[in-house]
């Protein structure tokens, strides 16, 4: 009987590894581009009093984090949030990638690896890296939760960014027939552990105190970069 030969992926985290800036900085453009002064000045005292709990939450539970970092979101139209995602983009995200990282991905593809991104932000700002990124096979989301075509502020299970990745990687690894040992993985974050901890190449990005910390404790390497 021939054994099928498992294949490898690579893993990045998309905040910290190869972009500057997260999920709040989002949602302040939205809060920015809200219709209306009134609605922008409701959506920025919202996102005025998530900010602090997300710093706060950030480094050891990003799911809340997430979830907080959505809430300002809520009653706006599914059509407008599309809209302006592809604004963010256009006007932040693109010229906030890091050469460094886009050289890992490339990295990645040469060594054979599936390219997967996760990412805490939604899918009308992350699917628009296909175009701009060459070699990724998955981006993997966050999804909003809408209701007769408004925002409900919700975001849908599972949340990307929190500890259920460690769950996440290894249902994925099944599905897709990997070989651990043989795939990296790079995170900057706190709850990221979980997703260098299933990979036989893991690396710690621009770590956050707590990630610092458990890669110095596991003796990953650490990369540093800002451009």
Not at 23 to 33: G, P, T
Not at 74 to 81: K, V
Not at 83 to 103: C, I, N, P, T, W
């Amino acid at each position: 009987m021939i054994e099928t030969k498992k294949k490898t992926a690579a893993f990045f985290r998309l905040e910290g590894t190869l972009v500057k800036g997260g999920v709040l900085s989002m949602a302040a453009y939205v809060a920015a581009n809200a219709k209306g002064f009134r609605e922008r000045a409701l959506r920025f005292s919202s996102l005025a009093l998530t900010a602090p709990l997300y710093a706060l939450l950030g480094q050891n539970d990003r799911t809340m984090a997430n979830r907080l970092a959505f809430l300002p979101f809520r009653g706006m139209s599914e059509d407008r949030i599309v809209v302006l995602a592809e604004e963010y983009f256009d006007a932040v995200m693109k010229d906030a990638l890091l050469d460094r990282g886009l050289d890992l991905i490339a990295q990645a593809r040469e060594e054979g690896h599936r390219v997967v991104l996760l990412s805490e932000n939604i899918e009308p700002v992350v699917s628009q890296l296909k175009g701009v990124i060459k070699g990724i096979d998955e981006i993997v989301f966050n999804r909003l939760e809408f209701r007769n075509g408004n925002c409900t502020g919700r975001l849908q299970e599972p949340i990307v960014g929190g500890h259920e990745v460690g769950k996440w990687i290894r249902a994925y690894a099944e599905e897709h027939n990997l070989h651990m040992p043989g795939s990296a993985a790079y995170g900057a974050h706190g709850p990221d552990l979980l997703l260098l901890a299933a990979v036989g190449r893991p690396c710690a990005v621009n770590p956050d105190y707590t990630l610092r910390r458990a890669a110095s404790d596991a003796d990953w390497p650490v990369m540093e970069y800002r451009s």
